[in-house]
């Protein structure tokens, strides 16, 4: 490193004027620890330095100083989902987990109940939901009979749940509960679901 000093006084009370720094070379050595394992840092020299695995076990303050700055978690990672009534095939179950928000996406076909009347629910969820949590969101299915003709399906997660429900929505009117009786064929009833939620864990 080296320091250029135009002006300025020098002794027990030093004072600086226009300070420049020509540059500042970090070393492979120096830094392997998951630092930056680059070239120069400072003077016209482009900065070259990569980050590799580094590594912030209390987190990372975004944005601020406060605990609402906080990101404490960051995982992905897949899951397997099952149902309240027989079996299903369960396919590319992935989620990403962003601090307390989770997303899901998975596709379910081959389900091997189509007879129950009690609600289709989908089970074994990555994390359980917050207790203040309500999500929702639109799915696109095939193979299914639904409660209100010319409705749409949503999926619904509700607080403090492992578990997602299916209704039917229709333009004013209630929510109708899909049920395994409304999946019309085993092999060919298909979900493809994406729901995004809150999560304590």
């Known amino acids: 490193m080296s320091i250029k ?18 540059s500042l070379t970090a070393t492979t050595a120096d830094i392997n620890g998951g630092t930056i394992d680059g070239t120069i840092i400072g003077g016209t020299s482009a900065v070259a330095g990569t980050f590799t695995a580094v ?3 209390t987190g990372i303050y975004l944005g601020g100083a406060g605990a609402a700055n906080l990101l404490d978690d960051y995982e992905e990672g897949t899951w397997t ?3 309240s009534n027989g079996t299903v095939v369960s396919t590319n179950g992935i989620y ?9 996406a998975v596709k379910l076909d081959n389900f091997s109940d189509i ?9 074994s969820l990555p994390f359980a939901s917050s207790a203040i949590n309500y999500s929702t969101m639109a799915v696109m299915a ?3 009979d639904y409660v209100i003709a010319g409705s749409q399906i949503n999926c619904f997660l509700s607080g403090s ?9 229709s333009d004013n009117g209630a929510f109708a509960t899909i049920s395994n009786l409304n999946l019309t064929n085993t092999v060919t009833s298909t979900i493809y679901l994406t729901l995004t939620y809150i999560t304590d864990a």
């Open 115 to 123: 007879s129950t009347g009690s609600a289709l629910l989908v089970q």
């Open 55 to 57: 590594t912030a076990s």
């Open 96 to 104: 990403t987990k962003n601090g307390r928000q989770v997303t899901i």
């Open 5 to 22: 000093q135009n002006g300025g006084v020098f002794g027990r009370n030093p004072t600086f004027n226009d300070v420049t720094i020509d």
């Open 161 to 169: 749940s492992s578990q997602i429900l299916f209704y039917n929505t």
């Open 81 to 83: 989902a099952t149902v």
């Open 142 to 144: 095939q193979g299914i």
